[in-house]
């Protein structure tokens, strides 16, 4: 399952999700690209990281195409090549405004990086994780498959990610695999920039609402994204994988 000196992009991958996938993949050997807009993020990261392998952040706004493409390019100008790309970078839901006072323009800021994000820079890499039979992986949300009221853009640029990533893996296939993880509630408070680090102190009803017995830590969806990108995942692709301590499956009577 050797991993060993492949090269990652992982966009977002200065604060939460990202950043736990971007530890895991150095841990493993490979040599790790963060695609990140928040410059103080990314330094941080780059930083902090720097000890446990190759690393190395290049600022990026995965709405902005002109952006992506310098991405791709210097990622392959430094490592010359492209084996695994993880577009994890998202927008949370506007302020959980309802529908009525959503404006046009955040409605179409939450679906420019959440989905056209994942559209642009799977574009701009195909070419590169072709050579590699590489592979993408799309972090999605267990928000396209159950609501919160008031979370109607970010619910539907998840959906659209998961509709994406099967469309994609045919598209692609045989040589690039294609697929997406949904994580459930994740508390990424302490994989934050410094600036924003905090711990959340959760409750045991918090935990207790999990069948597993307690909320979801950023490793473990790094742990699957590790899995996805290694030759073990050979046969498996156009899957969107929940993890999310079997909440989605638990009814729940008040």
């Known amino acids: 399952m050797s991993l060993r000196e492949k090269v990652a992009i992982v966009t977002g991958g200065g604060q939460g999700i990202g950043k736990a996938i971007a530890k895991r993949f150095l841990e493993e050997k490979m040599k790790v690209v963060i695609a990140e807009i928040d410059q103080e993020a990314g330094r941080e990261t780059e930083a902090e990281y720097k000890n446990l392998g190759s690393i190395e952040f290049i600022q990026t706004d995965v709405s902005n195409e002109d952006s992506v493409k310098n991405l791709i390019r210097e990622t392959n100008h430094n490592f010359g090549q492209i084996d695994v790309l993880v577009n994890n970078a998202a927008r949370a839901n506007p302020e959980n405004l309802p529908l009525t006072e959503l404006s046009l323009e955040d409605w179409e800021r939450t679906i420019s990086i959440n989905l056209t994000g994942v559209f642009l820079c799977s574009k701009h890499s195909v070419a590169h994780l072709r050579k590699n039979k590489g592979t993408i992986i799309n972090i999605a949300s267990t928000r396209?498959?159950?609501?919160?009221?008031?979370?109607?853009?970010?619910?539907?640029?998840?959906?659209?990610?998961?509709?994406?990533?099967?469309?994609?893996?045919?598209?692609?296939?045989?040589?690039?695999?294609?697929?997406?993880?949904?994580?459930?509630?994740?508390?990424?408070?302490?994989?934050?920039?410094?600036?924003?680090?905090?711990?959340?102190?959760?409750?045991?009803?918090?935990?207790?609402?999990?069948?597993?017995?307690r909320v979801g830590k950023p490793e473990d969806i790094a742990s699957l994204a590790v899995y996805f990108a290694s030759a073990d995942a050979d046969f498996i692709t156009g899957t969107n994988f929940v993890i999310d301590g079997g909440m989605t499956n638990k009814m729940i009577y008040l």
Request: glycine share 8%; hydrophobic share 35%.
């Open 144 to 213: 396209a498959l159950m609501s919160e009221p008031n979370t109607e853009a970010y619910s539907a640029s998840k959906g659209g990610v998961v509709a994406l990533t099967h469309a994609l893996a045919i598209s692609l296939g045989p040589d690039i695999r294609v697929n997406s993880i949904s994580p459930g509630w994740i508390d990424v408070s302490e994989w934050q920039k410094l600036a924003n680090r905090h711990r959340t102190e959760l409750t045991e009803q918090d935990h207790q609402q999990h069948p597993v017995g």
